[in-house]
Every structure is written in structure tokens, then in C-alpha cells.
């Protein structure tokens, strides 16, 4: 796997959702460069997901804007070459009615190169060989988050957003998938993850980002971030106090 | 009773005319299910995906139309394809291609309707997905199409219900003609208008075995193929 | 691009629709032709007798649409048909002056019967009369089902009464049902509901649900049933086939077409009388 970083860094200039008279994302300003992971924070309704589903280019801004680096990259036309190399897992993401093999060899097509053997090799970077036969829908829930990484990954993807992949899993499930997102970051990948595991983010995160109420309160390298905090609501949420 | 032995008799020994007749129906019914499914299922899936004005009413119309009458249907194809009609110099009136005709114009509506209704479920499921993996419209619908095939299959199986069973349709446009577009279905017509119960009985029974006999294999398919892709 | 695909589109339904039932059909496209005809030819078995005796003579097979004499007018009006063969003289005759018709030949006759239930409860069995008869199932009210459909039966029914003195359209209450069906249909109507039918004699004697139901007028000269037959006018409609379906109207009045209706029997009992002769007729 290639580890392009071309398309990095990402930028977030004032970014502003509003939808059906709410503010999502209020006034976002953020830069995501090549590293290790970045993590998202924030409680639920904060604006994390919608922050990765404006990267990906499926909920339009209102205002501001994005650049890959340095240029604006819609997403919505048809030349790959003026596309951001990304790709995500949803949270819950959907498995189609194949085996999981197929799910992969979906997310390949238009890759000439021998598809069979991606699709082994991907397999196997997930911890699912031997089970590319099986219906993805009869997969567990672990298993079938790594099958929605695999399948991103197919994408050869320079940046990849992972939307709480390991909200609903079992601590041997959740590590099986950390470990797949430490490998992938070595490869040269850049990783945005949102999480609500204080534990991950510190796991995994070279920097952390605090979303709150759609704004961001706090964005810093991860030691810097649990230690010395510089703002009220990254204090009291790292201090596990309920942050409203 | 009697009369199912007599039908029960005539299948057994092979009644070359009853097999026509069963042979006329699933080919007539079979038809109209397969063209009714290339005219429904890629209407249904771009109703499922497309949004704009009127879309709310062609859905209300479409459903309404499930439950469109059979000799209506008839009436409509048969003055269509009348000599006197707009599309009479084909000939097609008293053929099985005019009961073909009429039986899509039957099924259609139920398949198209299903059709919608499934894609467009599959489709809340698998927006994001797709879209984030960038693909294409045209191959959009052919993986809710594909993905939905066994749901599928029982819109298909309702439709292929509807017209094994309707005789209002195919009586009008075929016009019950003995050897060349009698079906089960009209032929148990005639046979209860000469009195003859038992025998209209029989077939009855025949085209209810038959009807069975294909829902079971389908059903079989589908419990197969669910096993097999998920 | 889109318009190349719904061209594909268009044809391939097309082509599904043309393609699909060749298989099932093996004798379309030899020489056949369509005969519009009344229920009572039909329910009779007088056809399934027939056509094939025509069709070893002729070479010409004949698909037969079933339906009331008004009704199988119409489908020639409408040039559906190549040949109607049907029992109402004066429908016919309007259906010539039109010129949707060529020529009346006279085929053939049988006779109307009144049927009712065995227990009588009008009293009429065995009158001579069929007027009197009538008279006193409307005087008791009695249940009476008419075809209501514009059949030969239909119209005959229709004339019985007028020459009883009963206008029906005046005098009809609640025991008269009008039904709007076949032959076949109003015999099971009347047995299921005890009450009495005007049939011709060879659906009567065709039909196999019999049950309670019984003969209970017949032989009056009024009740005789006239058939003809008429080449739909091809200067109408161009795409009637009238050199088969001449041919065909020819079979039936030759003497060797005269002689099968004649042979015709069920039971041993004759269903149809020939009279091709009878110029009048």
C-alpha cells in the first residue's frame, strides 16, 4: 500500500453547517496534516460526525470552506484526479447483500490490478482470512467494522475517517480494530477518528480535537491536550464531569 | 367427488389438450411477469432514487393501480389493439401476445410499486455508503437492484399471483379461443358457464398445485440464496 | 446516450412481448380465421364437433370467440372478427344495412325451451302455448332469469314477451332478473335459485348441471331459433380474410356441412337442424 500524503493537509476554513435552522457546525477553523491519527471528542450532538461527513463531501457547508492541499476539491465531479484520495467508516456501516469478499471486490472496481490477490491481502490486514466466503451479513459486529475498514482501505485512500468504530464493541473487539488503525497509520495513512473513549484517544492520538456545540473548543497535540488543557470544556470533560 | 377424479383422470392420462391449455397459461403468465419485471423494477428503482415534483402522486397513482381491475385492463388493451383501434393493423387482438400485453399492463403496476418500496428501503440503508465510495448512478441502481433481488423476487411472485389467477383480462383481449389462447383460468370460466363444476373444480385445483408448486420453488431459491449472500 | 438506452429499452419489452408466446402457438400463422359467435354454438359442443370435421375438409382452422349475439356483432362491426355466426335474424339484417356484412346465409336451427324448477311452482309444465305460459309466470311472479345481454336468446326472450301481450320493460318487478351473462351462466342461476330460464335446447342439453331444473315448455313454433352467417364486409374493413372465410360459410351450407350439423347428437338426441335450403330462413 502506497502511502500518498499529497492531498494533505486538510483544512478546514470557518466551516459553518447549519441545517433546518440549526447550527452543526459553527464556524470550524481546523488543520488536519499528515501524522498520526487525529482524534475527535466531544459529547454526543457535538459535530463530529458531521465534521467527517463534510470532509467526505457528503453534507455540504453553508458556509466556509475546505482545501486539500491548498486547492478546493468538490468531490462531486467525475475526474478522479480532482478528488481527494478518502475514504470512511460509518459507524454503523452498511454490509451489501455479498460475501466479504465481495464487499471489497466492490470498493475495487476499476482497479485493474489482480483484484484477488488486494482482496486476499486486505483481508488479512483485518484479521478476516479465511472468512472472504461468508455472507458479510452474517458477520459479527466486529468483524464486520474490519470488513468496513478493508473496504475502505480498498480505496487506497491518502486520509481515512472512522466515525466511532469501536462504540459498540467488546474491549477484545475494540483492540482487534485499534491495532488495524495503528498498522494502517504506519503505512503512511492519515487517520481522523472520532471517539467517546477518553482511553482510545489517548491510545492512538497524536493530536485530539474537542468538539463542542458545533464549535471547536480545543485542538492540541495529545500530551499537551490531557495535561494542560487550555479551555473550561476540555478541564471538565477530561475530568469526566458532564459537559452540556 | 367426481369430478376431481375426472380431472385428476385427464392429467394423468397425459390429455394432450390440458396440457396445452396448463402450457398457454404459465407461458402467457410467465411472459407478462418477465416483461412486466424490465418495465417495473428499473421504473420502481428510479422512482425509489429520483426526487421531483409529482413524484408523491405518480407513487399514489402506481399503488391505486396494484389494484387495478381486470377487465378494465381488457377493456383498455382490447380497444387498443382492435381493428378499429390505434394499434390494430398488427393484429394482435385474440392472440396470447395481446393477453401478453394485458397481463404487463396488470403486473406492471405491482411489480413497479414493490419494486420502489424495497429499493427505496435498501436505499436509506446504502446512500452514504455509495456515495462515499463514489459510485457511479447507472451502478448505483444495479447494486440496490442486485442487492434487492430477493425481495425481489416476491414482488414478482405477487405479480406472477395476480396474472395466473385473472381471467377478466385474458378473456376479453384472447377471447377464450379453444386450442390457441384458452387458459386455465378461462377455460374454468366456460366450463362453469356449461355447468360442468367438476371439471371447472379440477382445473381449479390443477392452477392452484401449479401456483403452489412455484411459490414453494421460489421460496426455496430465496431461503437458498439469502443463505448464500446474506 | 439516453436516448440510445431507452431505445434498447423500448426494444428489448418489445421484443418480449412479441417473442414470448411464439412458442406456445403452432397453428397462428397457417390459415385460420376468427369467427365471432354466440355461447349457445359454443356451450353446445356443437363447435368442438365441428371445426375439426371443417377443418379436415378445408384446411382452415377456426378460432371461435364465444360471445351474446349482440356482442359478436359488435366485434365485426369492429372488424375483429372475419366471419359472425349468430341467432337473431333482425340484429343480422340491421347488421347487413350498415354494410358490415356481405351476405345472411341461413345455416341451421334448434329451438328455444323453457326451463324451470321440477316443483313448478308456476304450473306451467307441458303447456303447448309459451305465451300463456309467460303470462302466468308474470301473473304469480315467479322468479325468471333473463340473459340480459343482448344474445339471440336475449332478443328471442324479448320477442316471446312481446307476443304474449306483456311489455316486460313495464310489467318486470323484482322476480324478474336480468343477470347479464351467458347461457350457461343463467341455467346456473335459475337452479340455484328455483326459478325459470328461457335457454336454446343445445346448451340445454350440453349442460351437466341439470340438478333440479327440467324442460317445462317446448314445441311452440315461436320458439323456433334461426342461425346465419355472414362474411364480415371486407370493403369495411380490409383485413378480414374473405377468401377463407367464404370458404368456410361455403363448408357449412354444402350438403356435406349440412349433413355433420345434423349428425350432431347427444345422448342420441339431435341438437341442430340444417337448412341451408330455406331461403326464407
Known amino acids: 500500500m502506497r502511502a500518498p500524503v499529497t492531498d494533505l493537509p486538510l483544512v478546514f476554513e470557518q466551516a459553518n453547517v447549519i441545517a433546518g435552522g440549526v447550527t452543526i457546525l459553527d464556524h470550524v477553523s481546523l488543520t488536519l496534516s499528515a501524522g498520526p491519527p487525529t482524534v475527535l471528542i466531544g459529547p454526543n450532538g457535538a459535530g463530529k460526525t458531521t465534521l467527517l461527513r463534510v470532509a467526505m463531501g457528503l453534507t455540504p457547508l453553508s458556509s466556509g470552506r475546505i482545501t486539500w492541499n491548498g486547492q478546493e476539491r468538490s468531490g462531486s465531479g467525475s475526474d478522479s484526479a480532482s478528488k481527494a484520495r478518502r475514504a470512511i467508516v460509518f459507524q454503523r456501516p452498511a454490509m451489501l447483500r455479498r460475501s466479504a469478499a465481495a464487499n471489497i471486490d466492490y470498493a475495487l472496481a476499476g482497479v485493474s490490478a489482480p483484484r484477488a490477490q488486494r482482496i486476499d491481502e486486505l483481508l488479512a490486514l483485518v484479521g478476516l482470512s479465511g472468512l472472504g466466503s461468508r455472507p458479510a451479513r452474517r458477520l459479527s459486529g466486529g468483524e464486520q467494522q474490519r470488513l468496513a475498514l478493508a473496504r475502505a482501505l480498498a480505496r487506497d485512500p491518502a486520509i481515512l475517517f472512522l466515525d466511532e468504530p469501536t462504540a459498540s464493541l467488546d474491549p477484545a473487539a475494540t483492540k482487534a480494530i485499534e491495532d488495524i488503525v495503528r498498522a494502517v497509520a504506519a503505512r503512511g495513512v492519515k487517520v481522523v477518528m472520532s471517539t467517546h473513549d477518553l482511553g482510545q484517544a489517548k491510545r492512538l492520538a497524536g493530536d485530539v480535537v474537542l468538539l463542542h456545540r458545533g464549535r471547536l473548543a480545543e485542538h492540541g497535540p495529545t500530551p499537551a491536550f490531557f495535561d494542560t488543557p487550555r479551555s473550561d470544556e476540555a478541564r471538565q470533560f477530561i475530568a469526566g464531569e458532564l459537559l452540556v | ?230 | 446516450m439516453l436516448n440510445r438506452r431507452t431505445f434498447f429499452a423500448a426494444a428489448a419489452i418489445g421484443a418480449c412481448i412479441a417473442s414470448a408466446p411464439t412458442f406456445a402457438q403452432d397453428n397462428s400463422k397457417d390459415k385460420s380465421i376468427v369467427v365471432a359467435s354466440t355461447t349457445s354454438t359454443q356451450d353446445s359442443g356443437l363447435f368442438e364437433y365441428l371445426l375439426p370435421l371443417a377443418k379436415a375438409k378445408t384446411g382452415i382452422t377456426v378460432k371461435v370467440i364465444s360471445q351474446g349475439t349482440g356482442q359478436a356483432l359488435d366485434t365485426g362491426r369492429r372488424g375483429d372478427a372475419d366471419v359472425v355466426f349468430v341467432h337473431a335474424k333482425s340484429a343480422e339484417e340491421k347488421f347487413l344495412a350498415e354494410g358490415q356484412g356481405v351476405k345472411r346465409f341461413p345455416v341451421m336451427y334448434n329451438d328455444f325451451v323453457l326451463i324451470g324448477p321440477k316443483s313448478d311452482p308456476a304450473g306451467i309444465k307441458g303447456m303447448k302455448d309459451v305465451g300463456k305460459a309467460l303470462t302466468i309466470i308474470k301473473d304469480k311472479k315467479a322468479d325468471f332469469i333473463s340473459r340480459g345481454d343482448k344474445s339471440g336468446t336475449h332478443v328471442a326472450e324479448l320477442a316471446l314477451w312481446k307476443a304474449s301481450g306483456i311489455d316486460i320493460e313495464k310489467d318486470k318487478g323484482p322476480w324478474y332478473k336480468s343477470i347479464g351473462q351467458g347461457m350457461g351462466a343463467a341455467l346456473n342461476t335459475a337452479g340455484a335459485s328455483n326459478a325459470y330460464v328461457l335457454s336454446d335446447r343445445g346448451t340445454w342439453i350440453h349442460y351437466k348441471n341439470k340438478d333440479q331444473l327440467a324442460i317445462l315448455v317446448e314445441g311452440d313454433k315461436r320458439m323456433f331459433n334461426q342461425y346465419g352467417i355472414m362474411l364480415v364486409n371486407p370493403a369495411k374493413h380490409p383485413n378480414v380474410k374473405k377468401d377463407l372465410g367464404q370458404t368456410f360459410i361455403d363448408y357449412l351450407i354444402s350438403p356435406e356441412g349440412q349433413k355433420a350439423i345434423a349428425n350432431y347428437k347427444i345422448n342420441g338426441e339431435q341438437l341442430f337442424y340444417p337448412n341451408a335450403n330455406d331461403a326464407g330462413a
Request: proline share 4%; aromatic share 8%.
Open chain 2, 1 to 230: 367427488m367426481a369430478g376431481e377424479t375426472s380431472a385428476f383422470q385427464l392429467v394423468l392420462a397425459g390429455d394432450p389438450g390440458l396440457y396445452a391449455i396448463v402450457w398457454l397459461s404459465l407461458v402467457v403468465s410467465l411472459s407478462a411477469v418477465a416483461c412486466a419485471a424490465l418495465i417495473g423494477v428499473p421504473f420502481g428503482a428510479w422512482l425509489a432514487l429520483t426526487r421531483f415534483p409529482g413524484r408523491e402522486g405518480i407513487i399514489v397513482v402506481l399503488n391505486a393501480l396494484m389494484g387495478l381491475p381486470p377487465v378494465v385492463a381488457g377493456l383498455a388493451i382490447y380497444l387498443l389493439l382492435s381493428r378499429s383501434g390505434p394499434l390494430g393493423s398488427f393484429g394482435l387482438l385474440f392472440t396470447p401476445q395481446a393477453m401478453v400485453i394485458a397481463q404487463t399492463l396488470l403486473v406492471t403496476p405491482i411489480i413497479a410499486a414493490l419494486a420502489r418500496q424495497t429499493v427505496e428501503d435498501l436505499w436509506a440503508e446504502y446512500r452514504d455508503e455509495l456515495a462515499a465510495l463514489d459510485v457511479r448512478p447507472f451502478r448505483r441502481v444495479a447494486t440496490l437492484v442486485w442487492d434487492a433481488r430477493f425481495s425481489l423476487v416476491t414482488a414478482l411472485l405477487a405479480g406472477f399471483g395476480r396474472a395466473a389467477a385473472e381471467v377478466g383480462a385474458i378473456i376479453i383481449v384472447g377471447g377464450n379461443i379453444d386450442g390457441f389462447t384458452r387458459t386455465m383460468t378461462t377455460a374454468i370460466a366456460l366450463e362453469t358457464s356449461k355447468g360442468d363444476l367438476p371439471l371447472a373444480i379440477g382445473l381449479g385445483m390443477v392452477l392452484m398445485a401449479i401456483v403452489i408448486a412455484i411459490n414453494a420453488l421460489a421460496w426455496g431459491a430465496r431461503r437458498a440464496g439469502e443463505h448464500y449472500a446474506g
